[in-house]
């Protein structure tokens, strides 16, 4: 069992996202706001960050970049999910230190193909 965090300001996409990690056995903790989130990650440093990029304040793509420079949580590896589907998107995500991006909506068998590919067991 993994600690995943979501960073996502939709309830809806909270839902789903946590909904098919906890069937799958994962413990999940969801925040709302990208600075809260970061937050978040340093205190009880997770096994995984679900990262949106749309939100208020800082987006999904600084808090990305903010995680992956930090020495403290740069090891954490940060998926972008978010409905922003441009080629352009995904590269700029990946070049801010994301490990991966999906495109909402994501299906619970590529959701969790992507996370379980990622997490520090299955290295």
Known sequence: MAHILIIDDSPTDVKVLTTALEKAGHKVTALGDAEAGIAAVK????DLVLMDVIMP????FQATRTLSKDPETSSIPVVIVTTKTME??????LRQGARD??????S????LAHVNKLLPSAA
């Open 101 to 106: 991006f999906l495109t909402k909506p994501v």
């Open 108 to 111: 619970e068998k590529d959701l």
């Open 88 to 93: 352009t998107d995904r590269m700029w995500g």
């Open 57 to 60: 304040g800082m987006n999904g």
């Open 43 to 46: 205190r009880e440093k997770p």
